[in-house]
Each structure stands twice: as C-alpha cells, then as structure tokens.
C-alpha cells in the first residue's frame, strides 16, 4: 500500500472519530462557535509543526494564488464546516455520514464543470446511486426532530460537500507544489478571519460572548479539544495529501469510507438506530460512490 493510500485512509477514519466528538460538543455549542473553536485549536497545532520544520511562513506565490486561497478558506472552512456542524444536529451523526455520500459526486461534477473533465456513464450512474440512496434512506428516526430538520440537514449536508469539493481542486496545483502544512494553515487563518466577520454581522456588539462560548465552557473541552485535534489537524492534512499523492478518485474512494466509520461509531457510542431503511439507503449511497471513485 503506498503512502497516498494511507493518507486517505486516515483521513477517513481520524474525520469519523472528529464528526462523533462534534455530534456530542453541538449539544451544547452552536455551529458558528464551535467551529471558531476547532480552527483555533487546530492552527495553533499547525503553526507548532510549522515551526518546527522551519518553513517559511510566506512563500513566494503569485497574487491569484493567494486569492484562490483566500476563496478556499472561506468556502471550504468557513461556510461548509459550520453547514456540516448545523447539518449534524439535525440529522444525527449517522443520517448525516449517508448525507455525505455527496462528496464523490461533488468532486466529479466540479472537475466536468470547472475543469473540462468528462464524466463517464459509471460516474453517472453512481451520481444517481447516491442521490436514490439518499432519498430511500432519508428516513425519521428518534435524533431527528423533524421533516423540515430532515430535508433541511440533507441540503445543508449535500450543499457543504459541493463547496468543499470547489475549495479543494481549485487550489490543487498550490498544495501538489507547495508545503501541506503551509496550505492547510492559511486556509484555517483565512476561515477563522471570514468567521469573525460572519459573528460581527450576526451578533454585532455581542459577538465576543457570543463566539468565544466555547473557549469559556471548559466543561466541553474534554470532546471538544480531542475533535479539533483529529478533525482540523490530523485528518485535514491527510485529506490534503491523500489528494497530493493519489488521483482524486482514489483518493475519494478511501475517503468515503468515513460514511462506514461514522454510522458504526454512532451505532456503537451515541445509541443511535440503524434502520433496515437507513441500512437500504447507506448501501446504495456508498455503491453510487464507489461508482463515481473507480471510475
């Protein structure tokens, strides 16, 4: 197994353990903090690692670059974490992880549109998969409290994907070229800029209270720190080099299997049901991604 493949499959894995930590912190911290608090801990983590491989911290890159950068952090961080935290508590860890199955479409569909990359019949077929899959699946069950939190947290969850989707191939000349540590820490600096923006405009004078909850409530930190280190550290820097290394269907491939991850990990420590329906569902969402990967 190479190097590129272990990456991705971490990712996955590290990300499983991260959205189960993120399930239990947003009973208590709204999305919009929560994730303040998750970037926060994870830059710090990256500028530690950047400091000690002595990289510089501001390599020479053309003014597009940066701009596509700048797009990324705030696409890919600042509006599509905080939509997968909002989706997560609508829909339950394992509801969502089936929701997730959007991801390998997402990269497919953005590199026919953005790229010129033509999509198969397979890729085609998958995409159908996973939305059938999605709608059988998309059930009521005890976690969701309600149709409109159902829909609402598919969209939400489909919706993130697609942005995070964007974000990453429109900068994957930059990271394939440039240091992984580097890339992955101006992203989460630029994030948590366009999320202070995001609480001025939504709190206005109470935007301290309001986003910082989550650095005051140390009850939280015992799920909290622990998410911040495996989500936005570890696993975001696999996700990233499992794309610097592999081809972006292989490595999505590795990397959807967090939806298995997430749904047995949520069976097994936050008690939720695992449906014959749901079970229908995740099935077909998984093969329609599987689909789209491989091919």
Known sequence: ??????????????????????????????????????????LACLAVLLLVQGESWLPELGEGAYLRLIASGVLGISIADV?????????????QALADCAYSPAIAAVGFLAFGETLSTWELFGGALVISGVFVGAAMTTEIKSKRDLWTGIV????????????????????RESSLVWVTGVRFLIANAGLLVWAALRYGKR????LLVGFRRR????????????????????????????AAGRAAIYNQLSTVFI??????????KFTLRKSIGTLLAVAGALCVALH
């Open 207 to 210: 935007m301290p209270e309001k």
């Open 83 to 95: 939509m997968i935290a909002a989706a997560l508590n609508r829909l339950g860890a394992s509801m």
């Open 219 to 246: 009850d939280t930190w015992i799920t909290m720190i622990p998410m911040a280190f495996m989500g936005t550290f570890v696993a975001t820097l696999f996700w990233i080099a499992g794309f610097k290394y592999l």
């Open 263 to 272: 749904i047995l990990l949520a069976y097994v420590f936050l008690h939720e």
């Open 1 to 42: 197994m190479f190097i590129g493949d272990l990456y991705a499959i971490g990712a996955g894995l590290f990300w499983s353990v991260a959205v189960i930590l993120m399930r239990v912190s947003g009973f208590q911290i709204p999305p919009l903090p929560l994730n303040f608090f998750k970037n926060s801990v994870g």
């Open 156 to 175: 939400l969850a489909a919706s993130a994907h697609i942005l995070m989707a964007v974000a990453v191939l429109m900068i994957r000349d930059i990271y």
